[in-house]
């Protein structure tokens, strides 16, 4: 990134990567993404090249060759839906043997498992993709990531409303590589361990079990499934580690309400809740042993501190797709800042992003990276005004000046990000509100503890 005297412009390649993330937008909304690339072509010219023809066209060239690859590798991957094999039959239960890629505790004590690899008993035929498994109230002992089942199964395939120019389930879960569902109640879905998990899981597991076990102390009512959390444990529980199976309907309307829904999913505000810790520990052992920093600078001396508790989160969350771009994000931050980096927020960003569309060039239809991505932009958009106005309202270097300028950046960090996530918002949940820099800090609060 350039850095002016007072503003930071995108370098060149940034500049056509961003062209190139356009392009694998457009197999799904062509006219918005070409709509949204003039604008963005308009916005990169200089005002000393608005009259030159010879100065505008080279990378106008470029950046149409960018949008063009984006587009073209992600309609590649842009494939309907498989064949159905003749033995699935959505009205009688198949034995499969199926690997289990992910388990997803949702609300309304239900189970969310893809399954991958997933083959008949019978006929031995795989099928071309993988199985959404919902299991609502199931048993205590559940199949972890990792392991290798047998069980019987309703097998159908995806299906949603038609909805021209609107949301497409199908699309949604075939971008996540699912073409089939199948959804059981209680111990109706029982199954059978062929193959372990391996140890991490298991470990996490049972981990997360004595959270539980903690959270639920107190509490003498049970269930069939196990202990009932309910209330703010519940929240709790949601805010730590994204095991929401607990949480009811209205608890997420009036997360939803807040425009906080965000907030319950596993995402980068839980590893930078863990990467400060780690910079409060740094500045800790500087502030104690300032010759440290003669041999480690300081910022070297965060990333060491902090890398430890971003990797202990990830590996507690799950490693969960969102989770593992977020540790893809920290990871570069890390990288630059151990090369000496300043302003290394947007830089940080993109740099994640194209390995994010080398590694999937699908990657960017994922609401969720949409939203996570627009919020630090925003943030590394918005920090160097924020910085200059806090300082210009609260001068000095007191204590309690350091932390009224915290508060001004907060407020202003969080407003832009509202603003920048309200077409993202209105068009993909149809509500936005104001609420969210009034109740973050006091979330950050609760989950750090």
Not at 139 to 145: K, M, N, R, V, Y
Not at 303 to 316: C, G, K, Q, R, T
Not at 406 to 417: H, K, P, Q, R, W
Request: proline residues 7%; positive net charge.
């Amino acid at each position: 990134m350039r850095q002016g005297k007072h503003t930071h412009s995108l370098l060149f390649w940034q500049n056509t990567l961003l062209f190139t993330a356009l392009g694998t937008l457009a197999p799904a909304s062509a006219p918005l993404s070409i709509f949204a690339a003039i604008l963005l072509f308009i916005a990169c010219l200089h005002k000393k090249t608005l009259r030159p023809l010879r100065k505008t066209l080279p990378p106008l060239l470029v950046h149409l060759a960018g949008f063009g690859v984006g587009f073209f590798a992600a309609n590649a991957l842009w494939l309907p839906a498989p064949p159905t094999p003749e033995w699935v039959d959505g009205n009688k239960p198949q034995q499969i043997t199926a690997r289990v890629e992910y388990v997803d505790p949702m609300h309304e004590g239900r189970l969310r498992l893809i399954l991958s690899d997933v083959s008949s008993a019978d006929t031995q035929e795989t099928l071309p993709a993988k199985v959404a498994w919902t299991w609502q109230f199931p048993p205590p002992e559940i199949p972890l990531t990792g392991e290798l089942i047998k069980t019987n199964l309703r097998i159908r395939e995806v299906h949603g409303m038609i909805n021209p120019g609107s949301f497409s389930i199908e699309d949604y879960w075939l971008e996540k590589g699912v073409a089939f569902r199948t959804w059981t109640k209680e111990d109706k879905g029982g199954f059978e361990r062929i193959e372990p998990a391996p140890a991490w899981h298991i470990l996490r597991d049972k981990t997360e079990k004595k959270l539980i076990d903690a959270l639920a102390s107190g509490n003498t009512e049970q269930t069939e499934q196990g202990p009932l959390i309910g209330g703010g444990k519940a929240i709790i529980l949601a805010l730590l580690d994204g095991n929401k199976y607990y949480l009811t309907t209205e608890d997420l309307d009036l997360f939803a309400a807040a425009s906080l829904s965000h907030s319950l999913a596993l995402s980068g505000m839980n590893l930078g809740l863990m990467a400060t810790m780690g910079a409060g520990l740094a500045l800790l052992v500087c502030r104690l042993f300032p010759g440290i920093m003669l041999k480690i600078p300081r910022p070297k001396l965060i990333v060491l501190f902090a890398s430890p508790l971003v990797l202990a989160y990830l590996w507690l969350g799950g490693t969960s797709p969102p989770l593992l771009r977020a540790a893809l994000m920290f990871a570069c931050w890390a990288v630059l800042l151990l090369r000496g980096r300043p302003h290394i927020v947007l830089d940080g960003l993109f740099w994640s992003l194209l390995i994010m569309l080398i590694l999937n060039p699908l990657a960017l239809h994922d609401i969720r990276l949409q939203l996570s991505a627009t919020c630090i932009a925003a943030i590394g958009l918005t920090l160097p005004y924020s910085q200059q106005a806090a300082r210009k309202i609260f001068p000095g270097e007191s204590l309690l000046k350091y932390f009224l300028r915290g508060a001004v950046n907060l407020l202003i960090i969080s407003t832009a990000i509202q603003v920048l996530l309200l077409p993202l918002q209105t068009s993909n949940f149809g509500q936005a509100f104001f609420c969210f820099f009034l109740y973050i800090p006091s979330l950050s609060v609760v989950s750090s503890f």
